[in-house]
Structures are given as structure tokens and as C-alpha cells.
């Protein structure tokens, strides 16, 4: 019998009980540690009383109760028992802890964004390489069904080259609020609703862009719906090495929505495509007609984690192909750092140009 891969999992608020309750659903793993500053919280949580999570439809249980809790992520990382670390605490931690868990030989899967800036993430990369250690960044959306049902249709070639992609990701009519929010502190956060909200359509464009380099980054942001140093509504404008380009809107506390929180639109030379709500609009035998495909998964739910968490270990143990790798989240970072830059300075940034930015 193939002994089980143990878990450790830093920060125990909506996002590590979201992982908690994941690897708790694979036989191939158990989940021995946790890790908070709180450490009546953290024996909550150990002995199965967690809080509901109510950012995604469904909700996870506990299946077993938990055997240890650090105060310290130090103490987790270097605690010989465990394999592998999920890392969901705020942003400005991501970096300390997950080079913590690489140097002592942990596999790790560390919530987005990676890091703060590209530099950092780069730096991860090449250390996960030199201790031969599984990396991978929490893009949840390239798992889901329709995202990657329009990754196949758009490699058949149904929509023939892709000329432009729209995408979007905005919280109607919500900021995050409180003095204990770290969403909207700099330097806890790296930045706003383009660091949290945006970075989700331009990862999920470059994933269905796959073999396409972004060439060329613009945005504008700004401060416009709350009290804080951070922006809260923007757009960013993508040049591919391909040709294509999209455009991006992300934001907080916006007064409307064309949708769900999240959206993808894909216009081709032969037809179209929307995500989320999906459909499809071409020709077929002459005849141009809209095909809604019944693909029945809601927008977010408990199963894109699931399958995050699955395909994070098949990795490990099978050693196939991370569709979330450190090097794949790399792209993300630097389009994400060029857009700071570019709204900051106001021009474009070349990512192939002659500085060699990045």
C-alpha cells in the first residue's frame, strides 16, 4: 500500500479550510499539520469546527480530525514528517514561507498571486528547480469545465485565429472593509483589485493563449470607490506575440457588472465565444446560430479546488505536467508587475523590446 503524501497547511482562514477540505478528499494524502498565530483558532480547526465559506458554491467538511498546530510556519516547514505545504496566508507572506518550505525539501502549492513582485517569483522558481520540488500557484479558473472547453475549441480552430479577447473580473458594489482586512494594504497585499481580481482573467487568458507570449503591457488604474491606498478599478490592454490582444477590467466596489464575477469573450476570424454565461456563436454548414453547450458547472465552486488539489498531487506522485507550475505563474507575475509599471509611469511597457524588461 502506497504510503500517504502528509500535508501542512499555513493560514487557516477561508482559503487554507478551502485546502484543508480538498486534500482531505484524496485518499493519497493526509493532512498532519496546520499553521496560524491564533492558537485557539488553530485547535478549532484541528478538531473539526470550521467556519462556512461562503465565497463559492458548496462546502467542505471535516473527515478527520487534525494532528498538529504550529504557531510558527519556521516550525512547520522544518518538521520532517511533512511532504507537502499549501501557503494561504496574505500576499506579502507567500515568499517567506514558500522558499521556508522549498529549502527544506517540501513541495509546495501557494495560493495567488506567487508573490508580490516577479523578481520574488522568480526566485521560487529557480529554487524549487535546484531542490527538484514541485511549485504550483493556485489558478483555480484553469480548471474549471468551461474554461477549459473553450481551450479546445479554440485549439480546433472553430473560431479560426483568435483576433481579440475581452475579460473581466469585478466585485459588484463590494470593497473590502475593516481595520483587520489586509486586502487593501499595500504592502501586505502588493497592490489592489488588479493584484487580486485581475490577475484571475489575465492568467486565464494566457492559459487559453497557450504557446502566445504577452509582447506588450498598458494599463490605467485609479482609486475611485474607497478609502484606501490601493487601486480599485482598472483596465489592462494585452499585445500577444501572435497578434492578438485583449483587454482586461478588474475591479472593487464597481456599480455594475456584466455578469458573473468573472468573464471571458473570445472573438475569432471564424466565430465567437463567451464564458461564463457560455456560448458559442458561428457557422455551421452555411447557417450562423448561437450553440449554448451543456456544460451544466456553476461559476465557483468547491470543485475547482478539488480538481486543483488532484491534479497538484497526480503531479507529485504521477509526475505529469502542472498546468499551475511556478514557471506557468511566472508569465502572470511579470504581465502583472508591467501593469504597475505601465500605469504608474504611463506608457507601455515591451516585454520583448530592447530594455529586456524583466
Not at 155 to 170: H, M, S, T
Amino acid at each position: 500500500m502506497m504510503q500517504k503524501l502528509k500535508v501542512g497547511v499555513v493560514g487557516i482562514g477561508g482559503m487554507g479550510i478551502t485546502h484543508v477540505g480538498a486534500y482531505m478528499l484524496d485518499d493519497r494524502v493526509q493532512v498532519i499539520a496546520t499553521c496560524a498565530t491564533q492558537k485557539s483558532k488553530l485547535e478549532k480547526i484541528n478538531n473539526g469546527e470550521w467556519p462556512k465559506v461562503t465565497y463559492y458554491e458548496g462546502e467542505f467538511q471535516p473527515i478527520y480530525r487534525i494532528q498538529k498546530a504550529y504557531t510558527n510556519f519556521e516550525d512547520l516547514v522544518k518538521d520532517p514528517d511533512i511532504d507537502v505545504v499549501s501557503v494561504c496566508t496574505p500576499n506579502n507572506l507567500h515568499f517567506p514561507i514558500t522558499k521556508a518550505a522549498l529549502e527544506n525539501g517540501k513541495h509546495v502549492l501557494v495560493e495567488k498571486p506567487m508573490t508580490l513582485t516577479y523578481e520574488e517569483a522568480h526566485a521560487l522558481v529557480d529554487l524549487a528547480e535546484r531542490k527538484n520540488k514541485l511549485l504550483a500557484v493556485g489558478h483555480m479558473w484553469r480548471f474549471h469545465s468551461h474554461i477549459q472547453y473553450a481551450k479546445e475549441i479554440i485549439k480546433a480552430g472553430i473560431l479560426g485565429d483568435i483576433v481579440k479577447i475581452k475579460g473581466y473580473a469585478i466585485h459588484e458594489d463590494w470593497i473590502p472593509e475593516g481595520s483587520g482586512t489586509w486586502f487593501t494594504n499595500p504592502e501586505l497585499a502588493g497592490g489592489g483589485a488588479l493584484i487580486d481580481m485581475g490577475i484571475h482573467p489575465i492568467d486565464t487568458i494566457i492559459f487559453l493563449l497557450e504557446g502566445a507570449e504577452v509582447a506588450k503591457v498598458y494599463a490605467n488604474t485609479r482609486t475611485a470607490y474607497g478609502n484606501y491606498k490601493v487601486e480599485d478599478v482598472g483596465v489592462v490592454h494585452l499585445e500577444f506575440s501572435n497578434g492578438t490582444f485583449a483587454m482586461v477590467e478588474f475591479g472593487w466596489g464597481n456599480p455594475h457588472k456584466d455578469g458573473d464575477e468573472c468573464s471571458i469573450q473570445i472573438f475569432g476570424t471564424k466565430g465567437y465565444m463567451r464564458i461564463f454565461p457560455t456560448s458559442i456563436k458561428c457557422e455551421v454548414k452555411g447557417v450562423r446560430g448561437v450553440f449554448k453547450p451543456q456544460l451544466e458547472e456553476g461559476h465557483l465552486t468547491k470543485e475547482l479546488y478539488v480538481r486543483e488539489i488532484k491534479h497538484f498531487i497526480d503531479s507529485i506522485l504521477e509526475g505529469t505536467t502542472c498546468i499551475i507550475s511556478g514557471k506557468q505563474a511566472l508569465k502572470t507575475m511579470r504581465v502583472i508587475d508591467a501593469a504597475y509599471l505601465s500605469s504608474k509611469e504611463g506608457r507601455i511597457i515591451d516585454l520583448q523590446g530592447k530594455e529586456g524588461w524583466r
